[in-house]
T-cell receptor, first 115, second 109 residues
Framework: DAGVTQSPTHLIKTRGQQVTLRCSPI?????VSWYQQVLGQGPQFIFQ???????GRGNFPDRFSARQFPNYSSELNVNALLLGDSALYLC??????????????FGPGTRLTVL | GQNIDQPTEMTATEGAIVQINCTYQ??????LFWYQQHAGEAPTFLSY????GLEEKGRFSSFLSRSKGYSYLLLKELQMKDSASYLC??????????FGAGTRLFVKA
């Protein structure tokens, strides 16, 4: 079975631009979470989506938005890019996305560089 | 507030045993995860603890004490391929998982 896939692998943008990152979960998984990982730090939670609805949101500005599609794939959109948005963006899928803990499986990530 | 503390770096010798500690103070607790992350790669799931005690899985074991806000990951018979970052993460409920900064483990011959 294919794991979590993300595209693109790498991306270079300039300040003020907008970017869209894509994620396809493991087949059968209905929940997708997005994380930002700055070099040398642990992943920081951005969003969790389940059944196309936002279920959780981390401490990120409104420039960050996401959505989930009927096939459970997801997009993360970041507007008005800042230098500080440069990071590895990780997508993780899980089976249920219920209020109880659910093991998350991570994709390879998208490395975003903002110049 | 949410706080998860892990040592920044550790070094151990091939074949030895190493214990990586994690202490947490979070607004909620519904489970603790350990992930392994090799440089430039995505985190991979190692273990999950909900109740107090030790969970053993091959060369890896994880311990949890909820009353002390403390967990550790024990790696036995260290191999060079175990050189990686180890991330402690707490599922706080409300669909949020909080990660620590990670512990970089260097295994030397």
């Amino acid at each position: 079975d294919a794991g979590v896939t993300q595209s693109p692998t790498h991306l270079i943008k300039t300040r003020g631009q907008q970017v869209t990152l894509r994620c396809s979960p493991i087949s059968g998984h209905k929940s997708v979470s997005w994380y930002q990982q700055v070099l040398g730090q642990g992943p920081q939670f951005i969003f969790q989506y389940y059944e196309k609805e936002e279920r959780g949101r981390g401490n990120f500005p409104d420039r960050f938005s996401a959505r989930q599609f009927p096939n459970y794939s997801s997009e993360l959109n970041v507007n008005a890019l800042l230098l500080g948005d440069s990071a590895l963006y990780l997508c993780a899928s899980s089976l249920l996305g219920t209020s109880g803990p659910d093991t998350q499986y991570f994709g390879p990530g998208t490395r975003l560089t903002v110049l | 507030g949410q706080n998860i503390d892990q040592p920044t770096e550790m070094t151990a010798t091939e074949g030895a045993i190493v214990q990586i500690n994690c202490t947490y103070q979070t607004s909620g607790f519904n489970g603790l995860f350990w992930y392994q992350q090799h440089a430039g790669e995505a985190p991979t799931f190692l273990s999950y603890n909900v109740l107090d005690g030790l969970e053993e899985k091959g060369r890896f074991s994880s311990f949890l004490s909820r009353s002390k806000g403390y967990s550790y990951l024990l790696l036995k018979e260290l191999q060079m391929k175990d050189s990686a970052s180890y991330l402690c993460a707490v599922y706080t409920g409300g669909f949020k998982t909080i990660f620590g900064a990670g512990t970089r483990l260097f295994v030397k011959a």
